[in-house]
């Protein structure tokens, strides 16, 4: 049997219509439009407002899109991973619920937290179902509700995050495309710097929790900061390094949307022009798992058969990790 690789073959995607932009956030809590731009990069952030609706129904219509755009049946799809760490439930999954909104019924599926790493750990787990031989079509959808775990009266983080969903599809190929390296860490060292301390078995709700607003995200900006870079730069040179790669040999890097600060220090780092970054963040905030195949879905009509592509994230855990990735195709 010839070595199968794992292409990215179509992407789907979704964000909210609803959308929060600084000058409304200057309305919450003390700060200004020039404080949070000059500081994160972020302008506005799409917000999920539909009653009852969690990180699945984003989820959903990104699937939803991504089998109409591919021309895929529901019914061949092997399996189905979920990244978020925004789940609508402790269970079932999230990945069962979109599994069944877009009648995926002849799949496993599951979900997987890692944080703002969640595409990209999603991203191997997959690729390393299909090389196996054994599965033909895995879907990776990322879907974050960051705005359900923001607390609103935080000057700090409240204007971080966004709320969007995205997804691919992965098949075997004999050629040379798809998911070439990967380099993935985590060192549960860095909990204390960035958490939500309540909502699990540990710290259960309770009134005092959800007065002292410990259901939402927990940054130590500094730390997380300075964590980020230098840990986004050791991985995205790892990966450059080991394959042998000239900056003119990249055609993209995508890096997670977390802060302009982070996404300038690492492509000055790296010695790359900012200009062969993929950069939203300004339109959607952090959309923690999901910014990644965000920032995928919006450039797709860029993107060319052959294009190198080096995707790079940070999270909570602390988790953080690069891809090198040959792009499958070019969009008709």
């Known amino acids: 049997m010839r070595n199968l690789n794992a292409a990215i073959t179509g992407i789907g995607g979704y964000v909210p219509e609803s959308i929060l932009t600084n000058e409304d956030i200057t309305k919450l809590v003390d700060t200004t439009d020039e404080w949070i ?5 972020i302008k506005e952030r799409r917000i999920l407002k539909e009653k009852h609706a969690g990180s699945s129904y984003m989820g959903t219509k990104a699937v939803e899109e991504l089998l ?11 399996a189905l991973i979920c990244s978020t760490t925004t789940g609508d439930y402790i269970l079932p999954s999230t990945a069962s619920i979109i599994a069944e909104n877009c009648g995926i019924k002849n799949s496993f599926a599951y979900d997987l937290s890692a944080a703002c790493s969640g595409f990209l750990f999603g991203l191997v787990n997959g690729a390393t179902f299909v090389e196996s031989g054994r599965y033909k079509k895995v879907i990776v959808v990322s879907t974050e509700k960051m705005s359900g775990v923001t607390n609103y009266t935080d000057r700090t983080t409240c204007p971080l995050f966004g709320d969007g969903a995205a997804a691919v599809l992965l098949e075997p190929t004999t050629e040379n495309y798809g998911l070439i390296d990967s380099v993935l860490h985590t060192d549960g060292s860095g909990f204390p710097h960035l958490h939500i301390k309540a909502g699990g078995t540990a710290f259960p709700a309770t009134n005092e929790t959800i007065a002292k607003h410990q259901h939402a995200v927990y940054q130590e900006g500094q730390a997380v900061f300075k964590a980020a870079v230098s840990r986004l730069v050791e991985a995205s040179e790892e990966i450059r390094d080991r394959n042998n790669l000239k900056v003119e040999d990249i055609t993209w890097v995508v890096p997670h949307q977390a802060n302009m600060r982070i996404i300038d220090a690492v492509m000055r780092t790296m010695k790359m022009p900012i200009e062969q970054a993929m950069i939203n963040i ?3 905030g952090n959309t923690s798992s999901a910014s990644i195949p965000i920032c995928l879905w919006e450039w797709e009509d860029k993107l060319k058969k052959g294009d190198l592509l080096v995707m790079s ?6 988790t953080w990790g690069s891809v090198l990735l040959k792009w499958a195709y070019t969009k008709e």
Do not use: L
């Open 37 to 41: 731009t000059s500081r994160t990069g």
């Open 313 to 318: 994230a940070f999270g909570a855990g602390f």
């Open 282 to 284: 300004e339109k959607y």
């Open 68 to 78: 109409k755009k591919t021309h895929v049946d529901p019914s061949e799809i092997d």
